[in-house]
């Protein structure tokens, strides 16, 4: 079993790959597509969950998806297709989210937890920048370390900053917060027992595969790393943005 496919097991009872409920998520969405028929652009949208989530809701929207997965593509437009009757107004791409290039900007620009695959918050923002329309806006999801980390957490998340100085980077990158949600204790722990918890739940019912020991062993080690080094110190923070350009 790959990496991929351990992953979507892993998110089957948390569709949304960060810690987020889906109060949270629509009202993100809310603050984020303010007129409902703006174009939308998500770069490394996975399964599609976020620009599923606002075609569902939103009948004039139009949205295009970009991803290296072919398989969470695949997911994306059997789910579009099948599940929602929306695929007419959905394009997805399958191509590194840093080469994606489009002809026409986008209202908004939406990325949750692909800040890595762009080397980090600030060049995740200029991405974003390349494909905004004037006034649009930017629906980021990023990790903070809400107290001093061990050099442990640090190790296994990355180097991230506390939440006053990521907020400030941001800014001083010529960026305005309009809205954010930082992730309740209640969205944090929601998201890792669910992961960890369903992946346990698939070895524990694939007994005699030959992937089950691993699976079960990877499930055991997540939530171990989880709960011994970095529950007490990580956070997460979505960040609803306008560029501060844009002002009149």
Known sequence: ??????????????PIKSP???DSVGRLLERGLPRGNERVLDLGCGGGEWLLRALAT???LHAEGVDIS???LAQAAAAAAIDLGVQERLVL???KAEDFVSAE???AVLSFGATHAFGGLLPTLAAARRHLAPNGHVLLGEGFWDRPPSQEAIDMLGNFTDLATTVERVVADGWTPVDA?????????????????????WALDHPAGPDSSR?????????????????????FVSLVLRRTSDRA
């Open 1 to 14: 079993m790959n990496r991929e496919e351990m992953s979507r097991i892993a998110h089957t009872e948390h």
């Open 20 to 22: 987020l409920d889906d």
């Open 215 to 235: 699976v079960l062993e990877t499930a055991s080690t997540r939530r171990w790393e989880w709960l011994r080094a970095y529950r007490d110190t990580w956070g």
């Open 70 to 72: 072919e398989d969470a």
């Open 181 to 201: 949600h930082v992730s309740t204790r209640r969205e944090l722990d929601d998201y890792e027992w669910a992961c960890w918890g369903s992946l346990a739940a």
């Open 58 to 60: 939103r009948p004039h």
């Open 105 to 107: 900007p986008f209202d």
């Open 93 to 95: 791409h399958h191509r």
